[in-house]
């Protein structure tokens, strides 16, 4: 456990001057159950001068199941106090609001994982939801954007990764080392249709990324990278990068080509 004190001052001819300082008090306890299993709550105690205080408690469960494979579960609460932009300042397009309330969230999140020294991979599902989320919106195309509270908002999503390291493998002097896939979905539902937000509808829903990493001898690398995003807009599209390596004892020469599908 422990405390910690700050403080947030800002001096500025467009936002203004203001202050507010911040105080708390954290501690955790861990009780270790069937070997290397574990399981840890606790609870973080803040006090700040613009919003009093609050305290967001937080448990962890990590249990060995079977062949290094892993249960993990983590659920807690956590915020977002608004910044001083949000609260104070005025641009060309947007406006602040000076009422805005803290975000608070319930995070929850279940899967399993496991290590060997081949194969590492992960699967989870999570779901977030959100009080007074903060988010720049607008009531009409002609009105500024303003930052404002919403009731409630639940993002849902879950995400699988898998790294594969080969050993002794070779094929006609190709020597592949490393392939890594990653994969995240998200969902979120935004209860009020009647506003037009500015950045909920950027986030993406599909997230996939691969890596293949290749040695094809005389010291030579080569690293290949896909990404492919889909927004929920509907916007979607793929980045493929490459790079190659010449590994010397002493030095050490690449050459990239990056965003080759965007």
């Not at 805005?100 to 991979?121: K, V």
């Not at 094929?171 to 392939?179: A, C, G, N, P």
């Not at 009647?194 to 993406?204: F, V």
Request: net charge neutral; hydrophobic share 35%.
């Amino acid at each position: 456990g422990g405390y910690e004190s700050r403080a947030e001052l800002i001096r500025s001819n467009n936002l203004g001057k203001y202050e507010r300082y911040f105080h708390s008090f954290y501690g955790e306890w861990r009780w270790y159950f069937r070997g290397s299993s574990s399981l840890t709550a606790g609870a973080n105690a803040q006090y700040n001068t613009d919003y009093g205080w609050k305290i967001y408690p937080g448990l962890e469960l990590n249990a060995y199941l079977y062949r290094n494979i892993r249960l993990f579960v983590n659920t807690g609460i956590s915020n977002r106090l608004p910044s001083y932009t949000d609260l104070y300042y005025d641009g060309p397009s947007n406006i602040g609001n000076a009422n805005l309330q803290p975000e608070t969230a319930f995070n929850f999140e279940a899967g399993f994982r496991q290590n060997t020294q081949a194969f590492t991979w992960q699967a989870s599902a999570f779901i977030r939801d959100m009080d007074n989320f903060i988010d720049f919106v607008r009531d009409s195309v002609n009105a500024d954007f303003q930052p404002r509270n919403f009731q409630h908002v639940q993002v849902r999503g879950g995400d699988a990764s898998g790294s594969l390291n080969f050993k002794n493998y070779n094929y006609r002097k190709v020597f592949l080392s490393t392939i890594r896939v990653n994969y995240t979905y998200l969902d979120a539902s935004l209860l009020n249709d009647n506003l037009e937000s500015k950045y909920a509808l950027e986030h993406l829903r599909h997230q996939l990324s691969t890596m293949l990493n290749v040695n094809t001898g005389g010291n030579i690398t080569h690293t290949i990278t896909f990404r492919y995003n889909e927004r929920f807009k509907g916007q979607e599209y793929g980045v493929l990068d490459y790079r190659i390596a010449y590994n010397h004892n002493t030095w050490r020469l690449t050459g990239e080509v990056f965003g080759v599908l965007s």
